[in-house]
């Protein structure tokens, strides 16, 4: 099958991989030269992901049956509409249905109105004083968001991020007034305390089948430090949860987005494509901190290495509603991902530098690399302001998939490249736990 993928990150190098590996013919469409996805794809087209009437003039050039989208952009875009109205099938979802990801408000709306389980306190303004009012209410204990897309550094939280109201409401005026994430208007919610954990699931519309648990790390420092970022490494376990949770967490959750897609569903915005759901484990059980309308980056390459059924057949599952017919398994296996970022990844990131990666040796090790934002220039690969490649390490145990992960990363030299080293450790691991027991009594 011809397949055309969306987007130049690590994690669509993860999506190509699985379509080269289940002997897709690869297209690929993006805004950077990924050297990953040049290797192994037909052909490629360097461009603003999107526009939507160009992917769908190098779809049709190229007879592409069936395209996935890896980031949110092009969904919100209409690139999923334009290519399916020209008889493409696409395994993501309308920009209709993908608003649950794209306004925050429109995620919380519906999950008020279909009275689904795990949201939290949380109300929309475009008033300054009103949302004071809404904050003083709280007492400050609030996470501030824009309500569209900041490729998840737009959010701001109490203890973290702020210290007093004053400084909250000074944030949620800065958002409103500058249109922080595309509307004059801030989401103000209460704070939830607790341990975070991704839940990716296929999704045709009616039907969930849910992936492997994640932990991501969207703090650009170790122990969970500094401003948040678009995630820095993530870890999963053989079991398929997380060495903090029990399975009834992990099946709360799962209800939870299968709720949503039903929800979906009753509002005409019939949800295709792969969905994720990032959940808060607090005392008080699982609570829903956002919902995104595609993988997760990098969660998808914790999971997309371990998928054992044929990708491309989920896929065409997905889109013609025959998900209960699949039988989709994944290795047992546990997970680590790190990303290696530019220094200043976050705040003031030091881009154009030259990184030497060794191929061979990371192959060698063991190790899986995804390349992400960077780009090829004669052989050469040079950073962007954005991640810039991601090594993942598979193993029975995740001490053992860190260990392989920390020996690829050797092969990789660049002057300016920062890694959260902690990510995956022992230590980091055992505080979640005790985190999380002390939080459960
Ligand atoms: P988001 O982009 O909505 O995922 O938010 C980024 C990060 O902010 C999340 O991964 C959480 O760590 C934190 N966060 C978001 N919403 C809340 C909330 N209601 N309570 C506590 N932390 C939150
Ligand atoms: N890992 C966070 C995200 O993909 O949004």
């Known amino acids: 099958m011809r397949v055309l993928v969306i987007g130049g990150g690590a994690r669509e190098h993860a999506i190509c991989k699985a379509v080269h590996e289940s002997n897709g013919q690869l297209y690929a469409f993006m805004k950077n030269l990924n050297p990953g996805i040049k290797k192994l794809a037909k052909d490629f087209y360097i461009h603003n992901e999107t526009d939507a009437q160009k992917v769908l003039e190098y779809a049709l050039k190229n007879k592409i049956e069936l395209a996935i989208i890896g980031p949110e952009a092009p969904e919100e875009a209409g690139v999923t509409n334009v290519l399916e109205e020209n008889g493409i099938m696409v395994a993501s979802p309308t920009k209709e249905a993908a608003e649950i990801e794209t306004s925050k408000e429109f995620m919380r709306n519906l999950m008020e109105k279909y009275r689904i389980k795990g949201s939290v306190k949380c109300k929309a303004f475009s008033d300054v004083e009103m949302a004071r009012e809404f904050i003083e209410m709280l007492d400050g204990e609030v996470a501030i968001k824009p309500i ?53 699931a296929f999704c045709d519309g009616e039907t969930i089948f849910p992936m492997p648990a994640v932990q991501d790390h969207k703090r ?25 949770m029990t399975f009834d967490d992990y099946e709360e959750a799962a209800t939870i987005l299968q709720k949503i897609i039903e929800a979906l569903k009753k509002e005409k915005r019939m949800y295709k494509g792969v969905i994720y759901g990032q959940f808060m484990l607090t005392a008080d059980g699982v609570k829903v901190i956002e919902i995104n309308a595609r993988f997760g980056d990098p969660e998808a390459m914790n999971v997309l290495p371990l998928l054992k059924t044929n990708f491309i057949d989920i896929c065409v599952a997905m889109v013609e509603g025959k998900l209960n017919n699949m039988k989709i398994s994944f290795d047992n296996k546990s997970t680590v991902c790190k990303y290696v970022v530019p220094e200043g990844y976050g705040i003031n990131p030091i881009a154009g530098k030259e990184i030497k990666v060794n191929e061979e040796a990371i192959k060698r090790e063991g190790g899986l690399l995804f390349y992400a934002s960077v780009n090829e220039k004669n052989g050469n690969i040079y950073t962007t302001t954005s991640r810039s490649l991601a090594i993942v390490g598979i193993a029975d145990e995740i001490d053992e998939a860190e260990k392989i992960c920390e020996k690829c990363l050797k092969y990789v030299e660049g002057k300016h490249i920062f890694i959260r080293h902690d990510i995956g450790k022992r230590e980091l691991i055992e505080k979640r736990i005790r985190h999380m027991e002390k939080l459960r009594g």
Do not use: C, W
């Open 148 to 200: 569209g897309l900041t490729g998840g550094k737009g959010v701001k939280v109490a203890g973290d991020h702020f210290k007093s109201i004053e400084e909250a409401v000074k944030y949620a005026k800065e958002v409103i007034e500058k249109g922080i994430g595309g509307y004059n208007r801030v989401l103000i919610e209460e704070k939830v305390v607790g341990e975070e954990f991704t839940i990716q």
């Open 220 to 244: 650009l420092l170790p122990d969970d430090k500094g401003p948040n970022t678009g995630g820095m490494g993530s870890y999963s376990h053989k079991s398929g949860i997380l060495p903090f």
